[in-house]
């Protein structure tokens, strides 16, 4: 009994354990991030590794969600013979809960995985010891750079998302399915404001943003370093992000509201 | 002991005192007393899992003992505040036993990396001093190869390189002989020979390999169960007058080293009957 008890709530400790210990090294790597500001070069790299080069993934999903969503709602609407709110409600959708999200769900994939993997492996081949023994700080050189790399890129990826997402909604929706094309604008710009909805999805992005290079730069970070180890790394940086981005998605919409 | 002596150049660059060491439930380093002398080659040598290596980590500071110091350069490592830390750490070239070479940097600027971090050099002149360091290692040629193109021993030249950039008073070599063929093996050896004869680099290698350490080293420390065990010239230890340095440098299978991992009697492994287990 006593055993089936630990069984079950040993990951639950694990798990707490594991989230206190990413809070001591977001404030060392706090501490490290105005060290980590005089490297603009490596910035610059890792911008264009998770930003640039997660592009084409977000932009192929966007579409797809956009016509999706499209194709549902007008079914929905029409219940209610109330096709001509198409565009409002795409646009809502996403700027409001889709667009952050699931754009999230994606770099945690694409971007967060490679961050974890690379600085794993540079963990295990000594790469980091090596920084620390010429006197280079690796919080400052490989986790400040990765970690703002991503609270920059995620909003900007996510207003990436959303415009596709409107152009793949638009396409459905108008070309499609028929709706006419003045309906589908003047209902959405008259809808949709800037200052809540729009920002609102951004802040999302911001924080999820930093929750995801956060996970992902810390378990490279303490990975031990052998394959085993970095493989297993790997796979949490997603399951952990993937929850985490979920559940920061339900307290801030509650508070955003 | 007597580190009382006003003459700083009679004072060992490195000493440790005391050091203990307890690493997952093992005592790692019992009470270990070492000197590394100035200007000398001394290798560290033990049977596998003996913490040579983890000595090594305890005197540049990235491992703390549980007690005693390790003083380098007079200074407590332990102690030292992290600026005054890599302020020392400037001063020590450490070559990693699988080189560390950044991956997403070539050659030069594995090379010119802690030129880079340190110094607000011109840029004419980091070449020049990068270039220099790797034609002491016979890679200038490789400058532009990454180092996913190099081959173990050429990445560990390269290693060397970086390490001695900055013309550091002491060069710690972590089994800087493992996985060579002869040739690379006699290349690194003239390059550790060289380097300390020449610019007068205090060097520390930790290294199975008793032929090679022979070739170079001035001095040597065999270190057994978290203790020296014996010290000397190679030429004094490899007569064996202990039961330590005859097996090690003999390789008897038996000895003050055992070849059994620790285990409860075999009899009772097998459940014969009457054997408490």
Not at chain 1, 38 to 53: H, S
């Amino acid at each position: 009994m006593k055993q089936f008890a630990a069984r079950l709530f040993d990951p639950l400790v694990d798990g707490l354990a594991d989230i206190g210990r990413t809070g001591w090294f977001l404030l060392g790597l706090l501490a490290a991030l105005p060290r980590g500001l005089t490297y603009p070069r490596e910035l610059l790299r890792q911008l264009w590794f998770v930003g640039a080069k997660s592009l084409i993934i977000i932009m192929i999903s966007g579409l797809f969600v956009g016509m999706v969503l499209s194709l549902q709602l007008y079914y929905t609407l029409s219940i209610f013979g109330g096709t001509s709110a198409l565009g409002t409600v795409i646009a809502l959708s996403l700027y409001r809960e889709l667009g952050p999200v699931v754009t999230a769900l994606l770099f945690a994939g694409r971007a967060g995985t490679a961050i974890t993997a690379e600085v794993g492996l540079m963990r295990a081949t000594d790469q980091l010891s090596a920084m620390e023994m010429m006197a280079v700080d690796p919080l400052a050189f490989v986790a400040s750079p990765r970690f703002l790399a991503g609270v920059i890129a995620m909003p900007l990826l996510v207003a990436v998302f959303n415009l596709m997402g409107i152009f793949g909604g638009h396409l459905i929706g108008v070309t499609w399915l028929g709706i006419d094309n003045g309906t589908f604008w003047s209902n959405m710009t008259s809808n949709v404001s800037v200052w809540t909805d729009v920002i609102n999805g951004e802040w999302k992005a911001l924080a999820f943003g930093a929750l995801i290079s956060l996970i992902a730069v810390y378990q490279g970070y303490t990975a031990p370093p052998t394959s085993e180890g970095v493989a297993n790394a790997t796979t949490r940086t997603v399951v952990t992000s993937s929850i985490a981005i979920l559940a920061l998605d339900f307290v801030m919409t509650a508070f955003l509201m | 002991m007597t580190d009382t002596s006003s003459d700083s150049a009679a004072v060992p660059l490195v000493q440790v005192r005391g050091l203990t060491t307890v690493l997952g439930g093992k005592k790692v380093f019992d009470a270990l007393d070492l000197d590394i002398a100035r200007g000398r080659v001394t290798a560290i040598m033990g049977p596998s899992g003996t913490g040579k290596t983890t000595l090594l980590k305890h005197i540049t500071g990235q491992m703390h003992g549980d007690a005693g110091q390790v003083l380098v350069d007079g200074e407590d490592v332990a102690r030292l505040p992290r600026e005054s830390l890599y302020v020392l750490r400037e001063r020590i070239g450490y070559l990693f036993q699988n080189s560390a070479l950044l991956s997403d940097y070539n050659v030069f600027e594995n090379v010119a990396f802690p030129l880079r971090q340190h110094t607000r050099l011109q840029e004419d002149l980091i070449r020049n001093v990068v270039l220099t360091k790797l034609q002491a290692v016979g890679l200038r040629g490789a400058a532009l190869l990454m180092p996913s193109e190099l081959s173990g021993g050429m990445a560990r030249r390269v290693a060397l390189a970086r390490a001695i950039v900055f013309d550091p008073m002491l060069i710690l070599y972590d089994e800087p002989f493992v996985g060579l063929d002869p040739i690379a093996l006699n290349q690194v050896l003239k390059l550790i020979r060289t380097l300390n004869r020449e610019l007068g680099i205090t060097s520390v290698l930790v290294a199975h390999e008793f032929a090679a350490v022979r070739e170079v080293a001035d001095h040597v420390h065999l270190i057994a169960n978290g203790k020296r065990v014996a010290s000397g010239t190679p030429a004094e230890l490899a007569k064996g007058d202990s039961p330590w340095t005859a097996q090690f440098f003999g390789g008897a299978l038996e000895g003050p080293v055992p070849f059994q991992y620790p285990a409860p009697p075999l009899a009772s492994a097998f459940g014969f009957p009457g054997v408490a287990p």
